[in-house]
C-alpha cells in the first residue's frame, strides 16, 4: 500500500513529506529527481518510476508534483487516483491547492493525510466525511478559535461512514432548499490542415450543487438518455434503476460532486461549433514567414461562440510576430514561442482575423514542423450533443426544493493542425 | 492567520521554550505548543527530544490535542522505545473508551508504533477491537492486524488473529469485509504459501454483496481479490462476470480497471458461442476508451493495460483507433504508447487513416516521438500488405525532407520492409544511396550496408561504397562493424574478381586489428569458408533468408496470458510479470488464466489455450532453425527474436556448431598467437584444407574435432548431448539431450537440471509436427518431483507416426516442455541418420535401375574433408548407422562405394562415394527421388564419418 507521499515543488524542494508506515528517506526523490531532469519539461516526468528498493508513482497537478512512494505490488491507478483525490481536496479545504496554501495551513494538511490514509489504506476520502472530521479553516473559524480556544478537529463519529450511504452525512439542514444541475460539455477534437474532422468526440460531466435538508431521494430523467452509452456514475447513483429505466436515481452527498461523466463517442456525429481558415508558411531561405487565421462560427444553433482564445506554440526559429488583430488582442512570448490571441465574442458579421509577418532566426533552417492551434470557446445555454434533461423528483422529504439546470459547451482539447 | 506562524521561530533557543510551553498549565498555551511541534515535524526537523513533554500531554479530552500528540507519537516512538511505553496505558484504556471513535483512534494509532516491546501490550486491546460491536471499530482493528503483521508476524500468527480476520470476510458490514479482504491481501503477499484467502463460493457470494455497498477503494480490494479465485465451470464465471460488469461505470478508474481484469479472466471460461460472450466484449470497450479522456498519469497506465489488452483480445477496441490518435500537447509518454496501440490495431480497414496520421506525426517536434513514429510507417508496411506501396512512397517522402534523424529511421525501417517483401520495392535503393553521408547513428549505418551488401549486384560501386566505410572501421561500432563485413563478405561472392582484395582488408580488419570476440569469430568463419568451400559459403552467406514475421514485439504468449492476470498492477505497467522485479520476489505465486470450459472446444480461436502444452503456431516466438543461421552469419538487424538464439537450440551441422564449442575455446586459447603470426591472409577459393593447421597452430583442427563422448557401436552414431534450453531461458529448467537409435527405435536421451530454488514437478513434453512425423511414443515420465540441483536422465521413446508437416531446414524440431512452473519451448535438428531404417540394403540389380531411373537433375555433389579412414573402415562405420554397401570397385586407385539407405518415411536414397588414398577429401554423390533430403544425408554422412 501507500507507503508515503513527498511534495515537490517546481524548483526541486521537498516541501511536506508524510510516512504511513516507516519512514523513508528523502533520498529516495533523487530517482524522481533524475527522471525529471531527463524529462525536461515538467508534464514530461513518467507517472511510474521504479528505483532499486521501491516504485514512486507521481502526478503533476497545479504546479506540485505529488510523488508517492510503494514498495510492494499495489495498483497503480489506485495510487495515481488517491493522489488526485489529495489534491482535490486540498483545493477543496484551502481554495487552491498551491505551495503556500498548503504551507499556511500545514496541521491540518497532516490531520487530512492522516485521515486519509491509515497504513496505506483510504480511510476517508469523501469530502463530506472528512469535513465533518476535520472542519476547513475559514477566517472567522481561527479567529474565533484563537479566543475560545476551540479547535477545528470534530469529535463526533463520522456517522456517514457507518450507514449505506458513506458519502452523506447525517442531520443535514437548510433553511432555502436548492439542487442545481451543470451539464458541462467538452468537445475534444483534432482538425486537419483541409477542415475536415479527424477526430472529435464530447466529453460531458453532470457537476451538481445540492443543498436539501435531511435525506432526499431524487431521481433525475433525461428526454434522450439513448445518448448516453458510455457513463461514469457517482457511487451514489442505482445502477439496477439506470439499466432498466434509464433514470438517474440517487441520495445524493451534502454539497458540490460529480454526478456522472459520459463521453459521446465518434459514433455519433460531433457538431463543430468554429471553423479556423489558415495560412502559415516560411519562406525558405529568407527569414520570415506569413501567418492568417480567421475564425468562424458554425453550427452553433444561434448561441454566441464567446470566450475564444487561441494559443499556438510556434517553432523555436520563431524570433517575434508582428501582426495586426481585428478583434482583441494578442501576445507572444519569445522565450516559450507562445502566441496566444484572445479573440472574445464571434460575431458572424465580422469575423475575427490575426494576421501578418513572423520574424525567424536568420540562418535558421526553415522549420520543419507545422505548428498546431489550440482553440478554446464556450457557448453558454448549450449542451452539443443534444442532451436534455427533463425532470427532476424528489422523495423522502416533505419540503419543495428550488430546481435549476444549466448547460454550457466548452472546447476540450480543441486542435486544428496546419 | 494561518499555520505558517508556527514555523517563524528560529531563535536558538527553540526547543527550550517549547519545552516551557508544553509544560504550561494553561490548556490552550499547551495545544499551541503542540501545533508547533507537528508543524516542525512535518517539515524534517528533529523534535524527538521533546517526547516525555508531548507525552505528558496525551490524557486529555480535548480530541484535537490526542490527535495531535498520536500523530506525534507515530513519528517518534521508534526512536524512543522505552519512552513509548509510557502510553501504552492510555492506549489501553482509550480502547475501552465509550466514544468508537476513540477506540478506533486508539487502536489505530497503536498498530502504528513500531516498538517491538509494545507489540504484545496490544494484543489484548485489539482482540477486543476485532469483535467491538462498532463496525467502524472492526474496520479499523482489521487494518491494525495487517500493520501488527508487518512488525511481528509471529506474534500475529500465534493470537490467532488471522483466523478471526477470515471470519470478518463474513462479517454484515461492507466496508469491514473491504478491509479484512485488504489487510489478508496484503499479509498474503508476504506468505504466498498460506492460502489466506481461501475462497469458496459462499465467502465469493459474501465479497459480491460487499461489492455493491462498499467504499471505492474497498471495490478495488474486493475485485482483485475475486480475480484470484477460480470458478467452477463457466456458469459460475458467468454469474460472477455479470455481477461485476455494473463496476465498468465507476467513476473511479482503479475500480474500472480492476473489474476489467476480473472480467477479462473469467472470460477466458465462456463459450465464445454464447451471446453473453458477446455482450461481454461490447461493453468492455467504452470503460477502457473513458479511461483515456482522464487525467495524463491515467492515461499512461490504462494504455500500458489496454496495450496487454489489444494484444489478448484484438476485438474489443478494433473499432476504436481513433481515441488513440494523438494531440500535439499529450505528454510524451503518452503520446509514445498510444502509437503502439494504433499499430496493434492498424488493419486493412483503416490503415489509410493510421498512415495519415503518422505522416503528421513524423513532422511533430519531440525527436523520440517522431522516430518511433517513422518506425511505425514501417511496421505497417508490415503488418498490412495492402499498405507496403503507399508506406514505402510515404517513407520517400519522409527522407525527401532530409531532416536527419528522419532520413536515419526511414532507413532502418525500410530494410525491414526489404526483408518482408523481398524483389518488390528495390527501385528505391538509389534514393537511399543518396544518403549514405548523412547518416551518423550506428543503427542506420548497419541498415544501409546491409541494403548495399543484400543488393551489391545491382548497384554499380557498390565496392567504393563499402570502401568508404572500411575506412573509418575501427571507429564504427560493432554492430556497424559486423554488418560491413557480411555486407563485403556477399559482395565478394557476387563479385568475386573485383573485390577480391577488399574482402582479404576486411577479413585481416576483423580477425587481427579486432578484440571484439564476435568479431573476431565472425572474422574467422567466413574466412574458414570462403577458404574450404566457397561453394557452401555461397549457400550459406547468401542463403535465402526467411521472412520477418508480421508482428515484431507481441508479448509472448505465455508470459501474456499471466500478465492478462497482472491487469491494473505495477506488473502490467512494466509488462514483466511480478516475479521479475518485485523487491525480493518472496515466492511470488504464477497466476494462469483458467482453462476454457464452455461447451464447445473452440478451435477457431487464435489465442491460445493455456492449459496443456502447445508448440504450434507460435512461430514469433520459438527462434526457428532459419532464423538461427541467419543471424549468425547476416542477420543481425533482423527482428528481435527471443533472445540470443543461440543458446536455445544445438545444432550438428559443422559450420554452426564451430560456434558453439571449438571456436570459443580457440579464440580464448590463442588469441596472442595469433596476433602475432599475421602470415595468413585468407587465399579465398584456393584453399588447400590440409594446411589450414599449420598457421594457426592445433587449435583450428581441433574445430572438427568435436570433443566429448563418441557413441556407441551398438547402434547408430550419437552424438554428445548438448544444452537445448539453458537455465536463463527457463526459469531454472535446463535440458540437454541428443538423440540415437539402438536396433530399430529411435529416442530421445534427455538431462533435465533444476536449476532454480523450487521443486519441479509434472513434466510433460510435445512436438510440433514435423517433417518425418517424429513424436514420443510414451509420455515423458519422471518419477520423482526434481529437487533443485538435481539432475535426471530419461529416454524418450520416439516414433515416426505423429503428424507431418514440412519444416525449414527439414530436420527442424519444434519441442514444448511443460513443468509446475511454465511452459517451455525450443527448437532443435536432429541428425537424420536416426531415421535411417534396418532394411535399408537394397538388391544390386535393383540399385543399377533405380539409379538409372532417378533424373540426373536429382543427384547432388557434396565433399566430406579430412577423412582418412579407408573404403572397408568407412563401409563398417557407416553400417552401424544403417546406411549399407552394396558394392564397391576400385577404378583407377579410387575406391568406389555404392550405397543405399532408407528413410522412415520410405524414401530412399542411393549413394557413390568416392575415396582416393592420397586425399582425405572424399566425394559423396546422392541421388533421390526427393532431392531436399539429400543435403541432410550428407551431414549424417558427414557426422558418422568425423566420429
Known amino acids: 500500500m501507500i507507503h508515503s507521499l513527498f511534495l515537490i515543488n517546481c524548483s526541486g524542494d521537498i516541501f511536506l513529506e508524510k510516512h504511513w508506515k516507516s519512514v523513508v528517506s528523502q533520498s529516495v526523490c533523487d530517482y524522481f529527481f533524475e527522471a525529471q531532469e531527463k524529462a525536461i519539461d515538467v508534464e514530461n516526468v513518467p507517472p511510474v518510476i521504479s528505483t532499486p528498493h521501491h516504485y514512486l508513482i507521481s502526478i503533476y497537478r497545479d504546479k506540485i508534483f505529488f510523488v508517492s512512494v510503494i514498495q510492494t505490488e499495489v495498483p497503480p491507478l489506485f495510487v495515481i487516483e488517491f493522489l488526485h483525490r489529495v489534491a482535490d481536496t486540498f483545493q477543496d479545504y484551502f481554495g487552491e491547492c498551491s505551495e503556500t496554501a498548503i504551507k499556511d495551513n500545514v496541521v491540518i494538511v497532516y490531520e487530512l493525510l492522516e485521515e486519509m490514509l491509515d497504513n496505506g489504506f483510504p480511510l476517508a476520502t469523501e469530502s463530506n466525511i472528512l469535513k465533518e472530521l476535520i472542519k476547513p479553516p475559514t477566517i472567522l473559524r481561527s479567529v474565533v478559535n484563537s479566543i475560545t480556544g476551540s479547535s477545528n478537529v470534530g469529535d463526533t463519529l463520522p456517522t456517514g461512514q457507518l450507514s449505506n450511504i458513506p458519502w452523506r452525512r447525517a442531520g443535514v439542514k437548510y433553511t432555502n432548499n436548492e439542487a442545481y444541475f451543470d451539464v458541462i460539455e467538452e468537445i475534444d477534437a483534432i482538425i486537419d490542415k483541409s477542415g475536415s474532422t479527424v477526430f472529435a468526440e464530447i466529453q460531458g460531466v453532470i457537476d451538481s450543487c445540492i443543498k436539501l ?40 452527498p451534502d454539497g458540490n460532486f460529480r454526478l456522472i461523466s459520459y463521453r459521446v463517442s465518434s459514433q455519433n456525429l460531433v457538431a463543430i461549433p468554429v471553423y479556423v481558415k489558415h495560412t502559415i508558411s516560411f519562406k525558405e531561405y529568407s527569414s520570415s514567414g506569413r501567418f492568417d487565421v480567421t475564425i468562424g462560427p458554425k453550427q452553433n444553433m444561434g448561441k454566441t461562440v464567446e470566450g475564444v482564445v487561441m494559443t499556438v506554440h510556434m517553432p523555436k526559429a520563431v524570433l517575434n510576430m508582428n501582426l495586426t488583430a481585428t478583434q482583441g488582442s494578442y501576445t507572444f512570448d519569445p522565450v516559450t514561442k507562445v502566441l496566444t490571441w484572445d479573440v472574445g465574442k464571434i460575431t458572424p458579421q465580422k469575423l475575427p482575423n490575426l494576421k501578418g509577418i513572423v520574424n525567424l532566426q536568420s540562418g535558421a533552417p526553415k522549420p520543419e514542423e507545422n505548428p498546431s492551434l489550440n482553440i478554446q470557446f464556450k457557448i453558454q445555454q448549450l449542451a452539443i450533443s443534444g442532451l436534455k434533461v427533463n425532470r427532476l423528483d424528489m422523495y423522502g422529504e416533505k419540503y419543495k426544493p428550488f430546481k435549476g439546470v444549466k448547460y454550457i459547451t466548452k472546447a476540450g482539447k480543441f486542435q486544428v493542425r496546419t | 492567520m494561518t499555520d505558517s506562524k508556527y514555523f517563524t521561530t528560529t531563535k536558538k533557543g527553540e526547543i527550550f521554550e517549547l519545552k516551557a510551553e508544553l509544560n504550561s498549565d494553561k490548556k490552550e498555551k499547551k495545544k499551541e505548543a503542540v501545533k508547533k511541534v507537528i508543524a516542525s515535524m512535518t517539515v524534517g526537523k528533529d523534535v524527538s527530544a521533546l517526547f516525555p513533554d508531548v507525552v505528558n500531554c496525551m490524557q486529555t479530552d480535548n480530541l484535537e490535542l490526542k490527535k495531535l500528540v498520536y500523530l506525534y507519537l507515530m513519528n517518534y516512538a521508534k526512536s524512543q522505545p522505552d519512552m513509548a511505553i509510557m502510553a501504552v496505558n492510555t492506549f489501553v484504556k482509550d480502547c475501552e473508551d465509550p466514544n468508537p471513535l476513540i477506540r478506533a483512534l486508539a487502536v489505530r494509532t497503536m498498530g502504528c508504533i513500531r516498538v517491538d516491546k509494545i507489540t504484545e501490550y496490544l494484543c489484548e486491546p485489539l482482540r477486543k477491537c476485532l469483535k467491538d460491536e462498532d463496525p467502524y471499530v472492526r474496520k479499523t482493528a482489521a487494518v491494525c492486524v495487517a500493520k501488527l503483521h508487518d512488525i511481528n508476524a509471529q506474534l500475529v500468527e500465534d493470537q490467532g488473529f488471522l483466523d478471526t480476520l477470515k471470519d470478518l470476510i463474513s462479517d454484515s458490514n461492507p466496508m469491514v469485509v473491504a478491509n479484512a479482504v485488504a489487510a489478508l491481501s496484503e499479509i498474503a503477499e508476504s506468505h504466498p504459501s498460506s492460502n489466506l484467502l481461501d475462497l469458496n463460493p459462499q465467502s465469493i457470494n459474501k465479497l459480491l454483496t460487499a461489492l455493491n455497498e462498499c467504499t471505492e477503494w474497498g471495490q478495488i480490494f474486493i475485485l482483485d481479490c475475486l ?17 461485476v460488469t455494473p463496476r465498468l461505470s465507476h467513476a473511479n478508474s482503479a475500480v474500472v480497471l480492476s473489474a476489467v481484469k476480473v472480467l477479462m479472466k473469467f472470460m477466458e471460461m465462456l463459450s465464445k458461442d454464447l451471446d453473453y460472450y458477446g455482450t461481454l466484449l461490447k461493453k468492455l470497450a467504452p470503460p477502457l476508451v473513458t479511461l483515456l479522456s482522464a487525467e495524463p498519469e491515467l492515461q499512461y497506465v490504462a494504455l500500458r493495460n489496454i496495450n496487454l489488452i489489444v494484444q489478448k483480445r484484438p476485438e474489443i477496441l478494433k473499432h476504436e483507433m481513433k481515441v488513440f490518435f494523438v494531440k500535439y500537447n499529450d505528454p510524451i509518454y503518452v503520446k509514445l504508447e498510444k502509437l503502439d496501440i494504433m499499430i496493434r490495431l492498424a488493419s486493412q480497414a483503416n490503415i489509410a487513416q493510421v498512415l495519415a496520421e503518422l505522416k503528421e506525426y513524423a513532422t511533430e517536434v519531440d525527436v523520440d516521438f517522431v522516430r518511433k513514429a517513422v518506425r511505425a510507417i514501417g511496421r505497417c508496411a508490415i503488418k498490412v500488405e495492402q499498405s507496403a506501396e503507399r508506406c514505402v512512397s510515404t517513407l520517400l517522402d519522409l527522407i525527401q525532407t532530409k531532416v536527419n534523424y528522419v532520413v536515419q529511421e526511414a532507413i532502418v525501417v525500410i530494410k525491414d520492409i526489404f526483408r518482408k517483401y523481398p524483389n518488390k520495392y528495390e527501385s528505391v535503393i538509389a534514393t537511399l544511396c543518396e544518403n549514405l553521408d548523412s547518416l551518423d547513428e550506428p543503427e542506420a549505418r548497419a541498415a544501409m550496408i546491409w541494403i548495399v551488401g543484400e543488393y551489391a549486384e545491382r548497384i554499380d560501386n557498390a565496392d567504393e561504397l563499402l570502401e568508404s566505410f572500411l575506412e573509418g572501421f575501427h571507429d564504427e561500432s560493432t554492430q556497424v562493424q559486423l554488418q560491413l563485413l557480411t555486407a563485403i563478405v556477399k559482395l565478394f561472392l557476387k563479385k568475386p574478381t573485383e573485390t577480391q582484395e577488399l574482402v582479404q582488408q576486411v577479413l585481416s580488419l576483423a580477425t587481427q586489428d579486432s578484440d571484439n570476440p564476435d568479431l573476431r569469430d565472425r572474422g574467422y568463419i567466413y574466412w574458414r569458408l570462403l577458404s574450404t568451400d566457397p561453394v557452401a559459403a555461397k549457400e550459406v552467406v547468401l542463403a535465402e533468408k526467411p521472412l520477418i514475421s508480421e508482428e515484431t514485439d507481441l508479448i509472448e504468449p505465455t508470459l501474456l496470458d499471466e500478465l492478462i492476470c497482472y491487469i491494473g498492477t505495477l506488473a502490467s505497467v512494466y509488462h514483466k510479470p511480478p516475479s521479475a522485479f518485485v523487491e525480493g520476489s518472496r515466492g511470488v505465486v504464477h497466476k494462469s488464466l483458467p482453462p476454457r470450459t464452455g461447451s464447445s472446444e473452440s478451435a477457431e480461436s487464435p489465442d491460445t489455450a493455456p492449459s496443456g502444452v502447445q508448440a504450434a503456431e507460435q512461430p514469433a516466438v520459438i527462434p526457428t532453425q532459419g532464423d538461427l543461421l541467419g543471424d549468425l552469419l547476416n542477420l543481425d538487424l533482423g527482428p528481435p527474436v527471443s533472445g540470443p538464439p543461440i543458446a536455445t537450440s544445438s545444432v550438428q551441422m559443422g559450420a554452426v556448431d564451430l560456434l558453439g564449442g571449438g571456436l570459443d575455446s580457440l579464440m580464448g586459447d590463442e588469441s596472442e598467437g595469433m596476433g602475432g603470426s599475421g602470415s595468413f591472409a585468407p587465399a579465398p577459393s584456393t584453399a588447400v584444407p590440409t594446411n589450414l593447421g599449420a598457421p594457426l597452430g592445433s587449435g583450428l583442427g581441433d574445430l572438427f574435432d568435436l570433443t566429448g563422448g563418441v557413441g556407441t557401436l551398438s547402434g547408430s552414431y550419437v552424438a554428445p548431448k548438448t ?13 540437454s539431450g541428443t538423440f540415437s537409435r539402438q536396433v530399430g527405435s529411435i529416442s530421445m536421451d534427455l538431462v533435465l537440471t533444476n536449476k532454480a530454488l523450487q521443486v519441479m514437478s509434472d513434466f510433460a513434453i510435445q512436438f510440433n509436427r514435423n517433417s518425418f512425423g517424429l513424436a514420443p511414443a510414451a509420455p515423458l515420465q519422471v518419477h520423482a518431483p526434481l529437487a533443485p540441483n538435481q539432475s535426471v536422465e530419461i529416454s524418450l521413446p520416439l516414433n515416426t507416426v505423429g503428424s507431418v508437416m514440412k519444416m525449414d531446414p527439414l530436420n527442424n524440431l519444434q519441442v514444448a516442455v511443460k513443468n509446475n512452473i511454465d511452459v517451455f519451448y525450443f527448437s532443435t535438428l536432429y541428425p537424420l541418420h536416426i531415421l535411417f531404417v534396418e532394411d535399408g540394403k537394397m538388391e544390386r540389380q535393383m540399385f543399377l535401375a533405380t539409379w538409372k531411373d532417378i ?14 579412414l579407408n573404403a572397408d573402415a568407412v563401409s563398417s562405420k557407416l553400417q552401424g548407422s544403417n546406411i549399407f554397401t552394396i558394392a564397391k570397385r576400385n577404378v583407377e586407385g579410387q575406391d568406389m562405394l555404392y550405397q543405399s539407405l532408407k528413410l522412415t518415411n520410405g524414401i530412399w536414397v542411393l549413394a557413390e562415394l568416392r575415396i582416393q588414398p592420397s586425399n582425405p577429401s572424399f566425394t559423396l554423390s546422392l541421388k533421390c527421388r526427393a532431392p531436399e533430403v539429400s543435403q541432410y544425408v550428407y551431414q549424417a554422412y558427414e557426422t558418422i564419418l568425423k566420429n
Request: hydrophobic residues 35%; glycine residues 2%.
Open chain 2, 227 to 243: 480475480a484470484n479465485y477460480m470458478p467452477k465451470d463457466d456458469r459460475e464465471a458467468q454469474s460472477i462476470c455479470e455481477r
Open chain 2, 723 to 735: 544444452v537445448w534450453l539453458p537455465a536463463m531461458k527457463a526459469k531454472g529448467l535446463e535440458i
Open chain 1, 213 to 252: 435538508s435531511g435525506m432526499p431521494d431524487l431521481s433525475l430523467s433525461f428526454m434522450n438518455p439513448r445518448l448516453l452509452d458510455d457513463v461514469s456514475f457517482h457511487p451514489c447513483i442505482r445502477f439496477k434503476r439506470w439499466e432498466s429505466e434509464r433514470v438517474l436515481s440517487f441520495i445524493p
Open chain 2, 855 to 868: 533424373p540426373n537433375e536429382n543427384e547432388a555433389q557434396f565433399q566430406i574433408k579430412d577423412c582418412s
